[in-house]
């Protein structure tokens, strides 16, 4: 596995070694010792999801409130995403800027988003498969959503039309969020 730095000091970019012939290919999606030494610590997943979705539906921007902060190793298994991620660190030089990044089932691309970010994705292409390994249980009464066009992010969300949850309709504003994460 290559591991790419981005823009933004945390998240990083993985892209599997993909072994293909004719009759199709192979990748190691996960290996504890691997991931924990590309990204330089040793990380503890303790759930998985999936989610389907089609064309043009936005999830997010989500995040948990500390002690409850996940983060998360994402990838597309079916379909395509622009996956979005909010610097919510408030000591970090790259606090409230925006990295974004296509994943697909073409270019198996992993994303790992630390704590300290909000995450969301917009789907490119009906019935994608969305799966994310997350370092701490869902918390419904620790979770928030930043409004997810949000003026002051100004995130390109590259689609049209976009559906959206009644939750994420109710996200904050960014500028009246204070943030808990160093």
């Not at 503890?44 to 389907?52: A, L, P, T």
């Not at 597309?76 to 089932?105: C, M, N, P």
Request: aromatic residues 14%; charged residues 25%; contains cysteine.
């Amino acid at each position: 596995m290559q591991v790419l730095k981005t823009s933004i000091e945390g998240l990083l970019i993985l892209e599997p070694k993909i072994f293909g012939d004719h009759r199709g290919y192979f990748l190691e999606s996960f290996n504890d010792n691997v991931f924990s030494a590309l990204i330089g610590t040793k990380v503890s997943f303790v759930q998985d999801n999936e989610s389907m979705s089609n064309k043009n539906v936005v999830r997010g921007l989500h995040f948990q409130y500390p002690p409850h902060a996940q983060g998360k190793l994402v990838r597309v298994v079916k379909g395509s995403v622009l996956d979005v991620a909010v610097d919510l660190r408030k000591s970090s030089a790259t606090y409230g800027q925006v990295f974004t990044i296509e994943l697909s089932e073409l270019n198996k691309r992993q994303f790992w988003i630390p704590p300290g970010f909000a995450h969301g994705f917009a789907t490119l292409e009906d019935n994608t498969i969305f799966q994310y390994k997350c370092t701490n249980y869902y918390s419904p009464e620790n979770e928030a959503t930043i409004y997810w066009n949000d003026k002051s992010l100004a995130i390109d969300w590259i689609i049209n039309e976009p559906i959206i949850s009644e939750k994420d309709k109710k996200g904050l504003s960014f500028d009246a969020f204070k943030t808990p994460f160093e």
